[in-house]
Structures are given as C-alpha cells and as structure tokens.
C-alpha cells in the first residue's frame, strides 16, 4: 500500500489556502517573532480550521486577518 497520500500536511503550510503561513514556530524562531503576536486573528477563519490541522498548523497572515475571510465563503 502506498502511504504518500496520507502524509501528515507541513506546518508551514496554511490550512485554508495552503500557502507559507509565515509561522516563526515553524521556521525555528521564538513565538515572540510570529506575526500573529502583533495581529487579531479573525474568529470566523479560526473556526474553519479542519479538526486534523487544529494545534498543528497556523493560519497564514492573509486568512489570519478580518478582511481574508471575505473570500473564503
């Protein structure tokens, strides 16, 4: 059986757009570099993180902010 379609998706990756997510965590940096430490993260696109990348992955700064998520409907 080949697994290479169930490989667990990189943390540098955004879990909506899978695009860089900029995460310092990821990139080996302290948490007081990330860009979300100085950013309000939208609610909405919070909660459509799916449930496997919840704690896993981090949102990139475009879906992160209020105004990604106009075009995520």
């Known amino acids: 059986m080949n697994d290479s379609h169930h490989k667990p998706a990189s943390t540098k ?7 860089d997510n900029q995460c310092a965590l990821s990139a080996g940096q302290s948490i007081e570099h ?5 950013s309000s993260i939208s609610s909405q696109a919070l909660s459509r993180i799916p ?16 105004q990604g998520v106009k075009y995520e409907r």
């Open 34 to 38: 990330c860009w979300c430490q100085s």
């Open 13 to 19: 990756l955004c879990p909506l757009c899978n695009k």
């Open 51 to 66: 449930a496997s990348a919840k704690g896993r992955q981090c949102l990139c700064p475009q879906c992160g902010s209020p």
